[in-house]
């Protein structure tokens, strides 16, 4: 059974740091692209920050970019989402993805919330 299990989110002052982590089983997570999402409230799903399966190559959304790093353990299936410098507009639903490419295997987490505020 595939699943993705975030954790880390929480309230944080702006400013502030967080971690999240995504742990995965149920699948080959190294032969995987691993992403995180985000969705505000009244806004759509969007992607953050996304890292390719050799863990070399890594995109980020200009709104976190130099913020945000995204890292994979592939011995622990796990992937993170280190946040630094967190905004008020940080503020969301983060979600965790893993993507076969090539395929049309694509699995999501539960989310996990951020808050951003004084």
């Known amino acids: 059974q595939v699943q993705l299990v975030e954790s880390g989110g929480g309230l944080v002052q702006p400013g502030g740091s967080l971690r999240l982590s995504c742990a995965a089983s149920?699948?080959?997570?190294?032969?995987?692209?691993m992403s995180w999402y985000r969705q505000a409230p009244g806004k759509e799903r969007e992607l953050v920050a996304a890292l390719a399966i050799a863990g070399r190559t890594t995109d980020y959304a200009d709104s976190v970019k130099g913020r945000f790093t995204i890292s994979r353990d592939n011995g622990q299936n796990t992937v993170y989402l280190q946040m630094n410098s967190l905004k008020f507009e940080d503020t969301a639903v983060y979600y965790c993805?893993?993507?076969?490419?090539?395929?049309?295997?694509?699995?999501w987490g539960q989310g996990t919330q951020v808050t951003v505020s004084s």
């Open positions: 149920g699948f080959s997570f190294s032969m995987y692209a």
């Open positions: 993805n893993a993507r076969q490419l090539g395929t049309r295997r694509n699995y």
